[in-house]
Protein backbone atom coordinates (compact mmCIF):
# COMPACT_ATOMS: atom_id res chain seq x y z
CA UNK A 1 0.00 0.00 0.00
CA UNK A 2 2.80 2.48 0.74
CA UNK A 3 4.52 2.32 -2.40
CA UNK A 4 1.33 2.43 -4.17
CA UNK A 5 0.57 5.59 -2.24
CA UNK A 6 4.25 6.70 -3.61
CA UNK A 7 3.37 5.73 -7.20
CA UNK A 8 0.55 8.05 -7.14
CA UNK A 9 1.85 11.09 -5.74
CA UNK A 10 5.29 10.68 -7.90
CA UNK A 11 2.84 10.36 -11.09
CA UNK A 12 0.51 13.67 -9.44
CA UNK A 13 3.89 15.65 -9.44
CA UNK A 14 5.21 14.35 -12.68
CA UNK A 15 1.85 15.70 -13.95
CA UNK A 16 1.73 19.05 -12.29
CA UNK A 17 5.18 19.61 -13.69
CA UNK A 18 4.30 19.31 -17.22
CA UNK A 19 1.80 22.12 -16.27
CA UNK A 20 3.30 24.53 -15.03
CA UNK A 21 4.74 27.38 -16.87
CA UNK A 22 8.34 28.10 -17.12
CA UNK A 23 8.87 31.66 -15.52
CA UNK A 24 11.35 33.61 -17.02
CA UNK A 25 14.48 35.35 -15.51
CA UNK A 26 15.89 38.44 -17.36
CA UNK A 27 18.75 40.72 -15.77
CA UNK A 28 19.34 43.78 -18.11
CA UNK A 29 22.63 45.71 -17.84
CA UNK A 30 22.77 49.67 -17.13
CA UNK A 31 26.54 51.35 -17.62
CA UNK A 32 25.67 54.32 -19.61
CA UNK A 33 24.57 57.57 -18.78
CA UNK A 34 22.76 58.25 -22.13
CA UNK A 35 19.32 59.46 -21.20
CA UNK A 36 18.20 57.56 -24.14
CA UNK A 37 19.49 54.04 -23.25
CA UNK A 38 17.52 54.40 -20.05
CA UNK A 39 14.54 55.16 -21.68
CA UNK A 40 15.25 52.36 -23.55
CA UNK A 41 15.64 50.20 -20.62
CA UNK A 42 12.32 51.41 -18.74
CA UNK A 43 9.85 50.72 -22.40
CA UNK A 44 12.38 47.71 -22.60
CA UNK A 45 11.18 46.00 -19.42
CA UNK A 46 7.62 47.03 -19.84
CA UNK A 47 7.71 45.72 -22.92
CA UNK A 48 9.10 42.38 -21.49
CA UNK A 49 6.73 42.45 -18.72
CA UNK A 50 3.65 42.60 -21.61
CA UNK A 51 4.95 40.02 -23.79
CA UNK A 52 6.14 37.35 -20.97
CA UNK A 53 3.78 38.10 -18.34
CA UNK A 54 4.16 40.17 -14.83
CA UNK A 55 5.42 36.78 -12.96
CA UNK A 56 8.66 37.37 -15.32
CA UNK A 57 11.51 38.06 -12.93
CA UNK A 58 13.44 41.16 -14.46
CA UNK A 59 16.28 42.90 -12.33
CA UNK A 60 18.01 45.80 -13.48
CA UNK A 61 21.79 46.44 -12.71
CA UNK A 62 23.11 50.21 -12.84
CA UNK A 63 26.67 50.28 -12.27
CA UNK A 64 29.74 52.45 -13.65
CA UNK A 65 28.13 55.74 -15.55
CA UNK A 66 24.46 53.77 -15.26
CA UNK A 67 24.50 54.43 -11.71
CA UNK A 68 22.86 58.09 -12.37
CA UNK A 69 20.26 56.08 -13.34
CA UNK A 70 19.18 55.34 -9.96
CA UNK A 71 20.42 58.73 -8.45
CA UNK A 72 17.04 60.69 -7.20
CA UNK A 73 18.68 64.08 -8.99
CA UNK A 74 19.86 62.76 -11.72
CA UNK A 75 17.54 60.07 -12.96
CA UNK A 76 15.08 60.92 -16.03
CA UNK A 77 12.68 57.83 -15.25
CA UNK A 78 12.29 58.02 -11.61
CA UNK A 79 8.67 57.59 -12.21
CA UNK A 80 9.06 54.94 -14.73
CA UNK A 81 11.41 53.21 -12.02
CA UNK A 82 8.95 53.23 -9.35
CA UNK A 83 6.15 52.05 -11.52
CA UNK A 84 8.43 48.99 -12.58
CA UNK A 85 9.54 48.81 -8.91
CA UNK A 86 5.72 48.43 -7.81
CA UNK A 87 5.06 45.56 -10.32
CA UNK A 88 7.58 43.63 -9.15
CA UNK A 89 11.32 44.54 -10.98
CA UNK A 90 13.90 45.21 -9.25
CA UNK A 91 16.61 47.69 -9.74
CA UNK A 92 20.34 47.00 -7.85
CA UNK A 93 22.64 49.69 -7.42
CA UNK A 94 26.80 48.84 -7.56
CA UNK A 95 28.54 49.34 -3.98
CA UNK A 96 31.63 49.47 -6.25
CA UNK A 97 30.54 52.47 -8.25
CA UNK A 98 28.89 53.92 -5.22
CA UNK A 99 32.12 53.82 -3.49
CA UNK A 100 34.56 54.95 -5.92
CA UNK A 101 32.72 57.78 -6.80
CA UNK A 102 31.33 58.96 -3.67
CA UNK A 103 28.39 58.65 -4.07
CA UNK A 104 25.87 59.01 -1.07
CA UNK A 105 24.21 56.05 -0.73
CA UNK A 106 20.84 58.04 0.72
CA UNK A 107 20.85 60.10 -2.93
CA UNK A 108 19.97 56.45 -4.83
CA UNK A 109 16.47 55.56 -5.27
CA UNK A 110 14.74 54.18 -2.41
CA UNK A 111 13.41 51.25 -4.15
CA UNK A 112 16.75 50.22 -5.29
CA UNK A 113 18.94 47.64 -3.63
CA UNK A 114 22.63 47.31 -3.51
CA UNK A 115 25.00 44.45 -5.06
CA UNK A 116 28.53 44.77 -3.83
CA UNK A 117 29.45 44.31 -7.48
CA UNK A 118 27.47 45.21 -10.47
CA UNK A 119 29.27 42.89 -12.90
CA UNK A 120 29.95 40.19 -10.45
CA UNK A 121 25.73 40.48 -10.11
CA UNK A 122 25.72 39.79 -13.74
CA UNK A 123 27.81 36.93 -14.25
CA UNK A 124 26.06 35.54 -11.38
CA UNK A 125 22.70 35.73 -12.31
CA UNK A 126 23.38 34.20 -16.02
CA UNK A 127 25.75 31.40 -14.13
CA UNK A 128 22.18 30.86 -12.48
CA UNK A 129 20.88 30.83 -16.39
CA UNK A 130 18.87 34.25 -16.61
CA UNK A 131 18.42 36.02 -19.92
CA UNK A 132 21.04 38.36 -20.57
CA UNK A 133 19.90 42.26 -21.69
CA UNK A 134 22.05 44.88 -22.98
CA UNK A 135 20.40 47.82 -23.87
Not at 40 to 62: H, S
Not at 82 to 105: Q, Y
Request: aromatic share 8%; proline share 3%; hydrophobic share 45%.
Amino acid sequence: MKRFTYFLLAILFVSFAGFSKPKHRVVVHLNTADTTAWHGVVRNVGNLQTALGVDTQIEVVAHGAGISFLIDSKTTQKAKIEELALSGVKFMACENTIRDRKIDRKTILPIANFVPSGVAEIVLKQEEGWSYLKP
